[in-house]
């Protein structure tokens, strides 16, 4: 029996990413619960984050020359990467802010709000349009979501209130991006966009640290430990490359099926490794219904642009085993031709990457509607 070699190597990277993706939530959750490691800063965690990523990819762009710079203007610095970069900051101080407060399971499941944020922003804007279709699959992920909540043993207002800001954050980035960005005709994978938009991000980050951080950090013990700090930006780090080797390899079908399945995987992680993160039945019933809405969004956008691009609709496992090049030109990072123009202001056309990588341009794998490398929710 003949071995599919680039079958395996695909599933490999998959698997791959998977794994840092819980690794990274789950390692972020460590670091800043005070019942854990202790270092309730989670504003200081994710300019660590951002330092280290800014500091990688400037290496690797002007040192060792592994990709090329896009050509970058003032104005359009000015005009494009730092309003995103502003978002970016935003979506990822208040992601990790609500890890002190919630579990990660119940994070997980607020996640998929994503789609229905980043479809009525992209509505707001212009960029795609209302449609019955669509607006009833969002209805049917918000009632899941309120089901979940309810069902919620430790539920928080101050840790749901920061974690839904951090989503519409999120979903402003992904919609400036299509706004700014891909008229601009910018192609960014997610080495570029952190050479662009991590230093960027860093200097929003530190307003908020000097104000609300430092003064505590001033009058507290703080546990700091640079091999602890070290390995976690790493593993955000590698997070974002794992992501850049799955998109190059399958396509856009493939990876959110592997995001879905990493956020189950991920629900069920945590409460081993965090016993206080109780799961009930209703929970599990909601998150259920919102991911059946989920599914169904995804799959009325993926037709929508399989129809835009004049490709036949098949299904998952046929993609995944027949035709990775087809695939793959489904979901091309960054590619302007891929924007509204074709397919009636799909957001979902941008790059597709993780909210919990630590940047960039596309966040949020799990979800159609999430688009673009972002993002850790370092």
């Known amino acids: 029996m003949m071995i599919n070699k680039p079958l395996v190597l695909t599933y490999l990277y998959l698997l791959i990413y998977i794994l840092l993706s819980s690794g990274v939530i789950l390692y972020n959750k460590w670091v800043l619960s005070p019942k854990y490691f202790n270092f309730p800063f989670p504003i200081t965690l994710t300019m660590i984050h951002m330092g280290f990523s800014g500091v990688v990819a400037f290496f690797l762009v002007r040192v060792f020359k592994v990709v090329s710079p896009v050509k970058m203007t003032f104005e359009i610095y000015a005009t494009c990467v730092v309003p995103i970069s502003a978002f970016f900051a935003s979506s990822l101080w208040f992601g990790n802010t609500a890890y002190l ?71 402003l980035r992904l919609v400036l991006t299509q706004v700014l960005l891909q008229k601009k005709g910018l192609t960014l994978n997610p080495i570029t966009s952190l050479y ?60 959110r099926v592997a995001g879905v399945l990493k956020d189950w995987i991920l629900i069920a992680l945590s409460t081993v490794i965090f016993p206080e993160s109780t799961i009930t039945g209703l929970n599990i019933i909601g998150y259920a219904i919102a991911l059946c809405g989920v599914v169904m969004y995804n799959y009325i956008k993926v037709k929508d642009v399989r129809a835009s691009s004049q490709l036949p609709v098949e299904s998952i496992p046929d993609r995944i085993a027949k035709d990775w090049k087809l695939e793959k030109k489904s979901s091309d990072i960054f590619n302007p031709n891929n924007s509204s123009d074709n397919n009636g202001g799909n957001i979902n056309s941008e790059p597709q990457i993780d909210e919990e990588a630590p940047l960039i341009a596309s966040s949020r794998l799990s979800h159609i509607g999430r688009t673009q490398v972002s993002n850790h929710g370092v």
């Open 101 to 171: 407060h919630i579990s990660v399971a119940f994070i997980q499941m607020l996640k998929a709000l994503m789609p229905v944020a980043t479809f009525f922003m992209a509505v707001l804007c212009g960029t795609d349009k209302a449609r019955l279709d669509v607006f009833l699959n969002m209805v049917l992920v918000s009632v899941g979501v309120v089901i979940s909540s309810y069902g919620e043993i430790h539920f928080n207002i101050v840790g749901t209130l920061y974690q839904v800001t951090g989503i519409v954050a999120e979903a």
């Open 196 to 255: 662009y938009i991590a230093p960027c991000s860093f200097v929003f980050l530190f307003v908020p640290w000097y104000l609300l951080e430092k003064p505590m950090m001033e009058v507290s013990q703080i546990q700091f430990n640079f091999w602890i700090f070290f390995s976690n930006a790493l593993c955000a780090l590698a997070l974002n490359f794992s992501i850049f080797l799955v998109i190059g390899r399958t396509g856009a079908v493939t990876i």
